[in-house]
């Protein structure tokens, strides 16, 4: 298995534009979240899904979007990126009823 | 869920146990310790997790307190390979999608 990927590794913005970050995942994961790290910080929660078709604000949710039509994928989207959400995004698995989540290896985005 | 305290960073010396306090005097009967860490620039890995009762597995060892209000993450032989910020995480089993909750954590350098 793979595991939990992310791509990109790097991206670069511009103040307004927009973007998406993809994570796939491929052990049939029912759960599945984002984090944004920002530096010397722990991790917050965006935006998570327990389920295809199915997702849920995290603790800073405004300016992302979400949507999980898959099991498999859970594209992050930056609407109109702001040099606020500059920041390493990581994105993580989890099988329901056990406890472990698996993190992908992280996004780092730098917003100008 | 609860709050967590943790000292902002420690020392161990390689070979020799390392041990991590947390503080979560507000935790509640329904809420487990968990323990992550994060080895720098890499998204979190699981380490541990815990109720009242004390746990061991391949990576580590979790003493719970009686009283549940701290919790020592112990690593019996660091290396330097364990040199990483450790989070002590306090939740539900079953809240909202079992998402995490990271504070600052415990940067711990593991020194020759």
């Known amino acids: 298995n793979a595991g939990v990927t992310q791509t990109p590794k790097f991206q670069v913005l511009k103040t307004g534009q927009s973007m998406t970050l993809q994570c796939a995942q491929d052990m049939n994961h029912e759960y599945m979240s984002w984090y944004r790290q920002d530096p010397g910080m722990g991790l917050r929660l965006i935006h998570y899904s327990v389920g295809a078709g199915i997702t849920d604000q995290g603790e800073v949710p405004n300016g992302y979007n979400v949507s999980r039509s898959t099991t498999e994928d859970f594209p992050l989207r930056l609407l109109s990126a702001a040099p606020s959400q500059t920041s390493v995004y990581f994105c993580?698995?989890?099988?329901?009823?056990?406890?472990?989540?698996?993190f992908g290896p992280g996004t780092r985005l730098l917003v100008l | 869920d609860a709050k967590t305290t943790q000292p902002p960073s420690m020392d161990c010396a390689e070979g020799r146990a390392a041990n991590l306090p947390c503080n979560h005097s507000?935790?509640?009967?329904?809420?487990?310790v968990y323990w992550y860490r994060q080895i720098h620039s890499q998204g979190p890995q699981y380490i541990i997790h815990?109720?009242?009762n004390n746990e061991t597995n391949e990576m580590a060892s979790l003493i719970i307190t009686e009283d549940r209000k701290s919790s020592t993450l112990i690593l019996p032989h660091a290396t330097l390979r364990d040199t990483a910020v450790y989070y002590c995480i306090v939740r539900p089993r079953n809240n909202a999608g079992n998402m995490l909750t990271f504070g600052g954590g415990t940067r711990l350098m593991v020194k020759p």
């Open positions: 993580a698995s989890k099988r329901g009823g056990q406890e472990t989540q698996y």
């Open positions: 815990g109720l009242k």
């Open positions: 507000t935790i509640s009967g329904n809420e487990y």
